[in-house]
């Protein structure tokens, strides 16, 4: 498996460690190839942190969906994640930022994956095999 990984911050409301994201996103990369055996990734995948303002913008101008939400994936490579949400989801879940940024990140490989949330079965299986991977990647 040869996957170009590039990692980039674009917002500045929260410090995010990026060398600490791309070593978990390596071994997250791995383990999704492993367990999702029909996975066939793009060469290039690019994990970009934003704000909600920006994420917004995105939810809006490709989806049609008015205001933020936590990760956009595209099928391209392209992994788009609020740094935002995640800290509001991490103090609602009581869990830390770096979490919630990972489960985003898993998230997003597991759509460009195959895997689709949008059923009841597939919703949980995505929630399992992510916090699965987020476990195993720590």
Known sequence: ???SL????RQR???V???VFRVFAELALTKVHELVKAAAFPEEINVVFVSDARIAQVHRDFMSVPGPT???T??????????ETAERQANKFSTSLERELQLYFVHGLLHLAGLDDTT???FQEMAD???KIVTSCQ
């Open 74 to 83: 595209f099928h391209h490579g392209e992994i788009i994640i609020s740094v």
């Open 1 to 3: 498996m040869s996957i």
């Open 129 to 131: 095999t992510q916090e």
């Open 17 to 19: 460690d990026l060398e």
């Open 120 to 122: 009841g079965p597939g």
């Open 70 to 72: 936590d990760v956009i």
């Open 13 to 15: 409301k929260k410090r």
């Open 6 to 9: 590039a990692v980039a911050n």
